[in-house]
């Protein structure tokens, strides 16, 4: 930006004042001068891309913004918990902790909002209490407490809980729970929220078998695999699940060579969709179709 031109410069921050989209995401790249120039009227309703956008930047883009980024963390809403959660879990902000608190504190039901953008361990102790200490009033919270065994009261199953379920369970209290209520769970989960229960449950393939294929997943799954090469052999069936049916040779010079030892599974029935059976060593996909009885 610094080596612009003065009158590209100027037209570049015109630009952005009709455009707040862009605005919000350009946000941190430009100098100090000019990002105070395009005020929260100019940004709008695109509070949480611009959280975003600082959440991705440098320390010290932070540090020069700071006057900048304090406002917009005081004017943050609910509907901005994800991006403000992803803000605080990067920066480390103490302003950014508390104003989650007090947006938890009369929005209780947007608490999974918060467990599904970063894992429980990972959330300020003030968070934790705020959620925790609200199991009574909120069915959201209530399923973050029996996640965390803080609880053992059944809790509605819906898609809203589910996720925040799969958000902040541990694998031993998954484990704990019988089949009957396993199901109960899976079948709640929304597919676009299987990648939380990878990252909760340490690559279980039961839930990567339904999985979108997308940055979601991919982040799930390199919190836990050891380097490259186990993430390429975990994303491989995943990768190649949605696949129309054609043979697959026996071996390629671009798969991995090294097998990862995964639990024998099986996915969710689901129709078009490809079921996803896991070995030690192998898998294998299968395509099913439901047929009518002749």
Request: net charge positive; proline share 7%; glycine share 2%.
């Amino acid at each position: 930006m610094n080596h612009l031109a003065s009158a590209n410069r100027d037209r570049l921050v015109n630009a952005l004042r009709t455009a707040p989209n862009s605005a919000a995401a350009c946000w941190p790249c430009l100098p100090e001068e000019h990002a105070a120039s395009l005020s929260m009227r100019v940004i709008g309703g695109w509070t949480d891309k611009a959280l975003d956008a600082y959440a991705a930047a440098l320390p010290v883009t932070r540090d020069r913004h700071a006057r900048i980024l304090a406002m917009l963390i005081q004017r943050a809403k609910r509907d901005d918990l994800a991006a403000l959660t992803r803000l605080a879990v990067t920066s480390r902000m103490d302003s950014a902790w508390a104003t989650i608190v007090r947006l938890l504190r009369t929005a209780l039901n947007h608490s999974d909002q918060v467990v599904a953008v970063a894992p429980w361990d990972d959330l300020h102790a003030d968070v934790q209490r705020t959620i925790l200490s609200s199991t009574n009033r909120d069915d959201v919270c209530a399923a973050i407490a029996f996640a965390r065994c803080v609880c053992d009261q059944p809790t509605p199953i819906t898609r809203e809980t589910a996720r925040a379920f799969f958000a902040a369970v541990t694998r031993e209290v998954w484990n704990a729970l019988p089949a009957e209520t396993h199901r109960a769970w899976r079948d709640a989960l929304h597919m676009l929220d299987d990648s939380l229960a990878v990252r909760s449950l340490e690559l279980d393939p039961m839930f990567m078998g339904n999985a979108p294929f997308n940055d979601d997943m991919i982040t799930a799954i390199r919190r836990d695999a050891l380097d490259d090469l186990t993430i390429r052999w975990m994303l491989l069936p995943v990768a190649v699940r949605d696949l129309p049916p054609m043979p697959f040779p026996p071996s390629s010079p671009r798969c991995p060579c090294r097998p990862i030892p995964l639990r024998s599974c099986t996915s969710r029935d689901v129709d078009g969709r490809c079921r996803l059976h896991c070995t030690p060593g192998s898998w294998r996909i299968q395509r099913r179709r439901r047929t009518a009885r002749r």
